[in-house]
T-cell receptor, first 115, second 116 residues
Framework: AQSVTQLDSHVSVSEGTPVLLRCNYS??????LFWYVQHPNKGLQLLLKYTSAATLVKGINGFEAEFKKSETSFHLTKPSAHMSDAAEYFC?????????????FGTGTRLTIIP | EPEVTQTPSHQVTQMGQEVILRCVPI?????FYWYRQILGQKVEFLVSFYNNEISEKSEIFDDQFSVERPDGSNFTLKIRSTKLEDSAMYFC??????????????FGPGTRLTVL
């Protein structure tokens, strides 16, 4: 079965410092991987996705993620945190073997930015 | 930018009552989904819907749940007889196609359902 594990439930960084949100996945086939962000009282917004093309994926707002098959990881990074980055971040996997439209979510990481 | 909308933002109901959660997907999208998130737990897939029928559903989506596209714009989730454990945030999503490798599911802001 497909699954994702987000290793940190809460991450705090100072404004202007790098962000690292960790995600490991389990999938039996060639997965699609996503990061979604949820700001308070807003819907889930797609940040970026990996779909078997380039392993380094660039998303919106300066975020990027690297697909590492050998480590089954898809960590999200940003070189310099901004106050507006404070939100909940979800790592998500879908696997053609389990029905391509079904998204499987991690438990989420709450990112706090310290001024 | 087009967006998925959901109403109400918060619904409080008594156990055993029926509730209908409403969603307006993005207008040119053909695939519709419901997910839910129980407080402190993962967002879970409930059901996908295409061409007026369910295309996939999870084990959570039992006979108490039903979905409908009653007109050209709304997509609804009905819970026939609510239980305490149905308390959760319910997210609606829509996409142009079913292939997440080539397309994106767009999510609404959610409806928080509280069952007393």
């Amino acid at each position: 079965a497909q699954s994702v594990t987000q290793l940190d439930s809460h991450v705090s960084v100072s404004e202007g410092t790098p962000v690292l949100l960790r995600c490991n996945y389990s999938s039996s086939y060639s997965p699609s991987l996503f990061w979604y962000v949820q700001h308070p009282n807003k819907g889930l917004q797609l940040l970026l996705k990996y779909t078997s093309a380039a392993t380094l994926v660039k998303g919106i707002n300066g975020f990027e993620a690297e697909f590492k098959k050998s480590e089954t990881s898809f960590h999200l990074t940003k070189p310099s945190a901004h106050m507006s980055d404070a939100a909940e971040y979800f790592c998500v996997v879908s696997d053609p073997l389990f029905g391509n439209e079904k998204l499987t979510f991690g438990t989420g990481t709450r990112l706090t930015i310290i001024p | 930018e087009p967006e998925v909308t959901q109403t109400p933002s918060h619904q409080v109901t008594q156990m055993g009552q029926e509730v209908i959660l409403r969603c307006v997907p993005i207008s040119n999208h053909l695939y519709f989904y419901w997910y839910r998130q129980i407080l402190g737990q993962k967002v879970e897939f409930l059901v996908s819907f295409y061409n007026n029928e369910i295309s996939e559903k999870s084990e959570i989506f039992d006979d108490q749940f039903s979905v409908e596209r009653p007109d050209g714009s709304n997509f609804t989730l009905k819970i026939r007889s609510t239980k305490l454990e149905d308390s959760a945030m319910y997210f609606c999503a829509s996409s142009e196609s079913r292939d997440t490798a080539t397309d994106t599911q767009y999510f609404g802001p959610g409806t928080r359902l509280t069952v007393l």
